[in-house]
Protein backbone atom coordinates (compact mmCIF):
# COMPACT_ATOMS: atom_id res chain seq x y z
CA UNK A 1 0.00 0.00 0.00
CA UNK A 2 2.59 2.53 0.22
CA UNK A 3 4.62 2.20 -2.42
CA UNK A 4 1.12 2.40 -4.75
CA UNK A 5 1.05 -1.32 -5.34
CA UNK A 6 -1.53 -1.98 -3.46
CA UNK A 7 -5.18 -2.73 -3.26
CA UNK A 8 -4.54 -4.16 -6.73
CA UNK A 9 -7.21 -2.29 -8.28
CA UNK A 10 -6.20 0.71 -7.04
CA UNK A 11 -2.83 -0.27 -8.54
CA UNK A 12 -4.41 -0.27 -11.98
CA UNK A 13 -6.40 2.85 -12.00
CA UNK A 14 -5.77 6.40 -10.31
CA UNK A 15 -4.04 5.60 -7.31
CA UNK A 16 -4.12 9.15 -5.96
CA UNK A 17 -7.92 9.47 -6.22
CA UNK A 18 -8.53 6.16 -4.46
CA UNK A 19 -5.72 5.33 -2.24
CA UNK A 20 -5.69 4.88 1.64
CA UNK A 21 -5.06 7.83 3.67
CA UNK A 22 -1.93 7.31 5.98
CA UNK A 23 -4.42 6.80 8.64
CA UNK A 24 -5.77 4.48 6.87
CA UNK A 25 -2.20 2.84 6.57
CA UNK A 26 -1.34 3.26 9.79
CA UNK A 27 -4.35 1.49 11.39
CA UNK A 28 -3.84 -1.32 9.41
CA UNK A 29 -0.26 -1.26 10.36
CA UNK A 30 -0.87 -1.51 13.97
CA UNK A 31 -3.80 -3.78 13.46
CA UNK A 32 -0.56 -6.49 11.78
CA UNK A 33 1.44 -5.86 14.58
CA UNK A 34 -0.90 -6.61 17.31
CA UNK A 35 -2.25 -10.05 15.43
CA UNK A 36 1.90 -10.30 15.52
CA UNK A 37 2.42 -10.00 19.29
CA UNK A 38 -0.73 -12.14 20.03
CA UNK A 39 0.60 -15.06 17.64
CA UNK A 40 4.00 -14.74 19.12
CA UNK A 41 2.73 -14.74 22.88
CA UNK A 42 0.44 -17.93 22.18
CA UNK A 43 3.69 -19.40 20.39
CA UNK A 44 5.73 -18.94 23.31
CA UNK A 45 3.23 -20.31 25.47
CA UNK A 46 2.87 -23.91 23.79
CA UNK A 47 5.99 -26.08 24.28
CA UNK A 48 7.38 -26.80 21.15
CA UNK A 49 6.39 -30.44 19.35
CA UNK A 50 9.33 -32.68 17.90
CA UNK A 51 9.41 -35.17 15.52
CA UNK A 52 9.99 -37.88 18.41
CA UNK A 53 6.91 -36.47 20.62
CA UNK A 54 4.74 -36.85 17.21
CA UNK A 55 6.15 -40.23 16.49
CA UNK A 56 6.04 -41.16 20.30
CA UNK A 57 2.37 -40.34 20.13
CA UNK A 58 1.47 -42.31 17.54
CA UNK A 59 3.49 -45.22 18.46
CA UNK A 60 1.67 -45.31 21.66
CA UNK A 61 -2.02 -44.78 19.81
CA UNK A 62 -1.01 -48.03 17.50
CA UNK A 63 -0.56 -49.97 20.72
CA UNK A 64 -4.10 -49.15 22.05
CA UNK A 65 -5.45 -50.30 18.61
CA UNK A 66 -6.89 -53.95 18.15
CA UNK A 67 -4.54 -55.94 15.78
CA UNK A 68 -6.77 -56.27 12.85
CA UNK A 69 -6.82 -51.92 12.76
CA UNK A 70 -3.27 -51.25 12.87
CA UNK A 71 -2.29 -51.96 9.31
CA UNK A 72 -5.08 -49.78 7.82
CA UNK A 73 -4.92 -46.75 10.52
CA UNK A 74 -3.21 -43.56 9.18
CA UNK A 75 -2.57 -40.42 10.77
CA UNK A 76 -2.14 -36.28 9.65
CA UNK A 77 -0.38 -34.45 11.42
CA UNK A 78 -1.47 -30.20 12.25
CA UNK A 79 1.37 -29.75 14.12
CA UNK A 80 2.82 -27.43 11.81
CA UNK A 81 -0.47 -24.96 12.40
CA UNK A 82 -0.18 -25.61 16.12
CA UNK A 83 3.23 -24.12 16.67
CA UNK A 84 2.42 -21.48 13.76
CA UNK A 85 0.24 -19.69 15.99
CA UNK A 86 -3.43 -21.16 14.98
CA UNK A 87 -5.70 -20.79 18.10
CA UNK A 88 -7.78 -23.72 19.65
CA UNK A 89 -10.80 -22.29 17.48
CA UNK A 90 -8.69 -22.11 14.26
CA UNK A 91 -7.29 -25.94 15.16
CA UNK A 92 -10.67 -27.03 15.28
CA UNK A 93 -11.74 -25.45 11.91
CA UNK A 94 -8.59 -27.63 9.98
CA UNK A 95 -9.54 -30.43 11.97
CA UNK A 96 -13.25 -30.25 11.06
CA UNK A 97 -11.80 -28.99 7.31
CA UNK A 98 -9.65 -32.13 7.22
CA UNK A 99 -12.18 -34.67 7.86
CA UNK A 100 -14.25 -33.10 5.86
CA UNK A 101 -11.73 -33.91 2.75
CA UNK A 102 -11.50 -36.94 3.97
CA UNK A 103 -15.47 -37.77 3.68
CA UNK A 104 -15.22 -36.31 0.38
CA UNK A 105 -13.15 -39.50 -0.89
CA UNK A 106 -15.39 -42.33 0.61
CA UNK A 107 -18.50 -43.38 -0.88
CA UNK A 108 -19.55 -44.43 2.51
CA UNK A 109 -22.85 -43.42 3.57
CA UNK A 110 -21.88 -42.43 7.29
CA UNK A 111 -19.53 -39.72 8.38
CA UNK A 112 -15.54 -41.19 9.41
CA UNK A 113 -14.89 -40.49 12.56
CA UNK A 114 -11.89 -39.16 13.62
CA UNK A 115 -9.39 -39.42 17.24
CA UNK A 116 -7.30 -36.49 18.43
CA UNK A 117 -4.23 -37.12 20.54
CA UNK A 118 -0.73 -36.32 20.44
CA UNK A 119 0.75 -32.69 22.39
CA UNK A 120 -1.80 -30.09 21.78
CA UNK A 121 -4.51 -32.77 20.08
CA UNK A 122 -2.37 -32.14 16.66
CA UNK A 123 -2.64 -35.32 15.20
CA UNK A 124 -5.69 -36.74 13.74
CA UNK A 125 -5.99 -40.86 13.46
CA UNK A 126 -8.38 -42.32 10.64
CA UNK A 127 -8.91 -45.92 9.22
CA UNK A 128 -8.98 -46.77 5.80
CA UNK A 129 -11.48 -49.47 6.54
CA UNK A 130 -13.76 -46.65 7.83
CA UNK A 131 -13.46 -44.95 4.65
CA UNK A 132 -14.16 -48.10 2.94
CA UNK A 133 -10.99 -48.09 1.12
CA UNK A 134 -9.69 -51.53 0.29
CA UNK A 135 -6.17 -53.30 -0.75
CA UNK A 136 -7.47 -53.04 -4.64
Same mark, same amino acid.
Given at each position: ???? #?? =?? $????? @????? %?? &?? @? $? ?13 ? #??? *?? &? %? ?8 ? *? ?7 ? #?? =????? %???? !?? &?????? !? ?19 ? %?? #??? =?? =??? !? ?12 ? *? ?8
Amino acid at each position: MMDG #TM =PY $DVYNG @DYKAH %SP &SA @D $DMEKIAAWIRAEGEV #TRE *LI &S %SREFVYDEDF *LAAVLDDLR #TL =PEHRV %SRTR !YL &SLVNLY !YGGASEEAMEVCRQGAVKLLN %SL #TCQ =PD =PIM !YEKLGPGNTILRVN *LDDMGWHDD
